[in-house]
């Protein structure tokens, strides 16, 4: 079992920047794909950026080049670098964990909201 529970969200000028954080409970953290979601009002929820337990990174085309996510296996945490944030960014922003699996199980935080308005 892993809980996780996001934190960072905000209210941002266009072109500023946020960094989310997902600290996650459990012994296993490091062996976990970790993700990043996000999910607009109305939308389905999409996939913002992924590592693996072994560091290979993934991240949607609309946000190559401002998003950075990372993770500290020791301290059982991921995050999310947004720089350049975008009228178009606001989302409830997910993390989740998957066990390297066919089956998973996978988990989800409660999300964090990014606002971003001038």
């Not at 296993?28 to 999910?39: A, E, H, P």
Request: aromatic share 12%.
């Amino acid at each position: 079992q892993v809980q996780l529970v996001e934190s960072g969200g905000g209210l941002v000028q266009p072109g500023g920047s946020l960094r989310l954080s997902c600290a996650a409970s459990g012994h296993t953290f490091s062996i976990y794909l970790m993700s990043w979601y996000r999910q607009g009002p109305g939308k389905q929820r999409e996939l913002v950026a992924a590592m693996t337990s072994g560091g290979t990174i993934d991240y949607a085309d609309y946000v190559k080049g401002r998003f950075t996510i990372s993770r500290d296996n020791a301290k059982r945490m991921l995050y999310l670098q947004m720089n350049s944030l975008k009228p178009e960014d606001p989302s409830v922003y997910y993390c989740n964990a998957l066990y390297p699996s066919a089956t998973g199980p996978a988990y989800w935080g409660q999300g964090t909201q990014v606002t971003v308005s001038s």
